[in-house]
């Protein structure tokens, strides 16, 4: 037993919401862990296309052209899946599933 334990039913977010006066995204999961992650960091994640070879999984985005005040333009549902979220910097294709912002949210709390 690894002090990582991730349930299936833990891979979905109790809920979501957006704190523009800090950057900040908030994810409650069902296991309890609430998170505030910024948005720089959630959109530096992005996993599309453009921002990561699909093929070697190697970053494509240069952290250099995000903006240190990159804000959520608008977020939407994707079924009950993923999150797909439009940045201020006019970058819109990127969908999260919930194993990636699981990942996200929880390898910034080490
Ligand atoms: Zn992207």
Sequence with gaps: MGCLKQKEESL????????D???????VWP??????????VVRLACPCAHCVDEWTGKPLLDPDTVPEDIAIESMELRGNYALKIS?????????????????ITRSDQL
């Design 12 to 19: 979905v977010p109790s809920e979501i919401n957006r704190h």
């Design 31 to 40: 296991d309890g862990v609430d998170v505030m992650i910024p948005y720089r």
């Design 87 to 103: 940045w201020t910097d006019g970058h819109d294709t990127g969908l999260y599933t919930w194993a990636r912002l699981s990942s």
């Design 21 to 27: 006066e800090q950057l900040c995204l908030q994810f």
